[in-house]
């Protein structure tokens, strides 16, 4: 089935230890897109300004990604610039410079308002909101947040948090998010925001999945060389929703592919700036790296 | 198969945010040995001061420990003295005093010489070599270590490792150790120093298993009342070796079988203060939660 998502696309400058990619395609819906496509057919709503060059419109629609609800406006591309510590493991916003994305009023086109499967990326609760009144029979909503709308729009989060059905964040947000220190006791309690699917992303430790029937985790796919590990959150998401929404139903096993599949696009996209090594895979190498993942996870 | 482990006894006063336990039994290899006597026949090599009390060793040989090896030496036994920081994942060492484990020299009796099972709890690494000297056919030895060692005793560590077949080191170590700032590489470069076995303990995250044949990961298991992580690292081996001596043979089925056994013991640990839940444990519990590891696992 199809797959909306709404987000964000950016030009970044990636400076991590192994080099500096410069203006490079990036935004959240990007990362996303990108990923998903490699399951489903996937729909973009996003905006971008007179600056985004063809060649970038022609990378999503060349893997089939339908960019008809990419707006352009007058003036620039959201930019942002950031810097990774030597671990990877933590980074610094350099600058960011929100232009045309600073007042998105996403506009979902009206063939597009049934779509079952929606993934609202990070964005405020209020905008992300905007998405759902335009949208009829969801299936399966999931929303990505970040720490400054946990801390500034906390009620519009929760609010919204009572309209999706799962909800994707890191291991700090959803500490934040619940004020629990125990990762399992915050993901028991976001439960209760209600999604009846909490998502914790734990980068190089792998995810956690809880849900009112099961919780389950998943080590990271064992990535040797983590160039950029910018996107790798989004196309995580990706993985997860683009598998699922092909998946005859949303059942808790499919749940669990949809994981692995999720923890293998992210993999792809650490091994590479930017979109460069996530956009050149194809199913065949996500499905050999899915197998290897299942091999890694040492369950009896 | 009988597991000797040689390393420290010790008092341990304890503060988290849950509370303090004041001079309660701590120590490497008494944290191992209560892990492991849940699956096999332990011999425990150790020295305490004068001031050991009675019900500490009565709490060690009720649980089936041989504790023949523990020398009583004139003076004090080991004091340790800790604090964790809210988020339990960082101590600070307030106070050490080695008093009779100062100038420990290991002495294994006679009749224990031939155990095919060794661990050798975190130590010097000529410590450690003097236990190997004082065996003969031995089947299966692994060594903890620590920062301190890696630092200043980096030659006698390396020449340890050639004698060993298992490293048991946590993430932050084993990069130490190797100067890899990826873990999946840092494991892969340990291996390469002689053990064909490489164990990195993550913590909540869980533990990677580095082989020449083959790696996996393992998330903890989903613990979500922490009151006292001391001793995780050490009940967590315990549970490895103790599960894989009494296997028929090391197989790497059965390691990976140890491993979810030595995660379910560190688990036991962290839910109370020092030794005290897991001295309650019995082979029934640990079963159950094997198999809820299981479960909790996503693997296919």
């Given amino acids: 089935m199809s797959l909306l998502v709404v987000g964000s ?31 489903t057919k996937v729909q973009l709503v996003s905006v971008v300004g007179s600056d985004f060059p063809e060649h970038h419109r022609k990378l999503l629609t060349d893997r ?9 406006k007058p003036g620039k591309t959201f930019r942002w610039h ?36 929606v993934f609202l990326a990070n964005g405020s609760p209020a905008t992300q909101a905007s998405v759902l009144d335009q949208m009829h029979g969801v299936k399966f ?23 999706i059905d799962g909800l994707i964040v890191n291991d700090s947000e959803v500490k934040m998010l619940t ?33 009112n029937f099961f919780h389950c985790a998943l080590p990271a796919y064992p990535t040797e060389t983590v160039l950029d590990p910018t996107g790798a959150g989004d196309s995580f998401a990706g993985g ?8 005859e139903q949303v059942s808790l096993a499919n ?23 996530l956009a050149r895979a194809d199913r065949e190498t996500v499905d050999r790296r899915y197998q290897e993942l299942q091999q890694f996870v040492a369950g009896a």
Same sequence: chains 1, 2.
């Fill in 9 to 39: 696309t950016a030009f970044d400058t990636i400076e991590t230890p192994h080099g500096t990619a410069v203006d490079c395609l990036g935004g959240s819906s990007t990362y996303f897109a990108i990923a998903a496509q490699l399951f």
């Fill in 64 to 72: 089939g990604v339908d960019i008809a609800g990419v707006e352009t």
């Fill in 82 to 117: 950031g810097r990774y510590a030597t671990d990877m493991n933590s980074r610094q916003t350099l600058d960011v410079q929100l232009n045309t994305f600073g007042d998105f009023k996403p506009k979902v086109p009206a063939e597009w308002r049934t779509t079952p499967f």
């Fill in 141 to 163: 909503c999931v929303a990505d947040t970040m720490d400054l709308w946990i801390e500034h729009e906390k009620q519009g989060l929760l609010a919204l948090c009572k309209r």
């Fill in 179 to 211: 004020g629990k220190n125990n990762l399992i006791q915050a993901g028991r309690e976001a439960l209760k925001l209600g999604p009846r699917l909490v998502i914790v992303k734990k980068g190089e430790h792998g995810c956690f999945l809880f849900s």
């Fill in 240 to 247: 997860f929703m683009g598998y699922l929404a092909n998946c």
């Fill in 255 to 277: 749940m669990k592919r949809a994981l692995a599949y999720g923890t293998v696009t992210a993999s792809l996209t650490v091994e590479g700036f930017g979109v460069d090594r």
